[in-house]
């Protein structure tokens, strides 16, 4: 166990840690930080002896984490971005943001992604009074007097400021149970014969690929049920009614459980890109850009 003063004794070389990892290199690390290469490799030493452990694996092209490196980079990014965001707040010497952040998200990013971020946020900047609207639909920032919206697949033309978040592929789901009772799906044409549960942007003819996203297929499908959103669809999967086409990151605890099974496993939807929308043509609220920050690496998390 490490004590406090242990704790705060890491706390530079874990950031030096961060650099490092992220560089994958000792060299651009020691660049960045203006410190020599050597007392780069003296600092990430002395943290791997402090830990016990190896977390680098150093080569001729530079650096490779290996399995505890690479849990302890996802454990320290947030602290190096909280930090990064306190030297900006006192550098530019503003105020606390306060007032409501009002943001649109999509329907199924609630549980492990919005609300983990939200509360991370709120810590923050406890002047902030959050506001979350729930919607797969297009949300004009203007019109809905929202600060930001995380939106998926194809952005209208508009003025505003799109950063990526990420990609989110579907994979076709069905419970074990209806798997027993109507039969197994192991190809496209077998789906046709089972009872398929759409939601709202699935419609009669489904864009289908490998797990490479190529070799696009089109499936003229009838809809058993219909729902408007993807967290309906699996309660109806689980209640062993059908067959749905979901976010693979949805089921992910479920397939492990196998509370679910997934069909087809050749094949899978389409991968929706996700952006990030605000209205900011110059320097971002604080608050602003660390939802961004926070959404991201909760969305990255959930991926993995």
């Known amino acids: 166990m490490f004590n406090i003063m242990n704790t705060v004794k890491l706390a530079p070389l874990l950031l030096i840690f961060v650099e ?3 560089k994958r290199s000792f060299t651009l690390a020691a660049k960045k930080l203006g410190i020599s290469k050597s007392a780069i490799s003296q600092q990430i030493t002395k943290l791997e002896s402090e830990i016990g452990q190896q977390l680098l694996i150093r080569n001729t092209r530079g650096v490779i984490l290996t399995a505890v490196g690479e849990t302890l980079l996802a454990r320290s990014e947030l602290f190096s971005e909280q930090i990064d965001l306190t030297v900006a707040e006192l550098d530019s010497a503003k105020s606390q943001p306060s007032g409501l952040f009002k943001v649109s998200v999509p329907p199924f990013f609630e549980k492990d992604i919005v609300v983990p971020a939200l509360k991370q946020l709120c810590i923050e900047f406890p002047k ?8 797969g639909r297009w949300q004009d920032l203007i019109e809905n007097k929202l600060d930001a919206a995380i939106f998926g697949g194809n952005i209208k033309d508009c003025d505003y400021r ?17 798997i027993k009772q109507y039969g197994n799906i192991n190809n496209i044409q077998k789906l046709l014969e089972h009872k398929f ?11 289908l690929f490998d797990n490479n996203h190529a070799n696009e297929a089109l499936i003229d499908v009838k809809h058993f049920a219909k729902t408007n959103t993807p967290t309906t669809a699996l309660e109806m999967v689980l209640n062993d009614m059908g067959v749905a086409l979901l976010p ?33 043509k110059g320097e971002k609220p604080l608050h602003v850009t660390r939802f961004y920050q926070l959404f991201k690496h909760y969305f990255a998390k959930v991926n993995s």
Do not use: M
């Open 162 to 178: 799109a950063l990526s978040i990420g990609e989110v592929s579907e994979i076709f789901c069905a419970s074990p149970r209806y």
């Open 248 to 280: 693979e990151f949805l089921v992910h605890s479920l397939l492990a459980e196998e509370q679910i099974r997934r069909v087809i496993p050749s094949v899978r939807g389409k991968a929706w890109h996700f952006y990030y929308l605000h209205q900011y």
């Open 128 to 135: 902030i009074n959050p506001q979350l609207l729930v919607t």
């Open 197 to 207: 549960i759409a939601t709202e942007w699935q419609h009669d003819t489904l864009h």
């Open 20 to 22: 490092v990892a992220h």
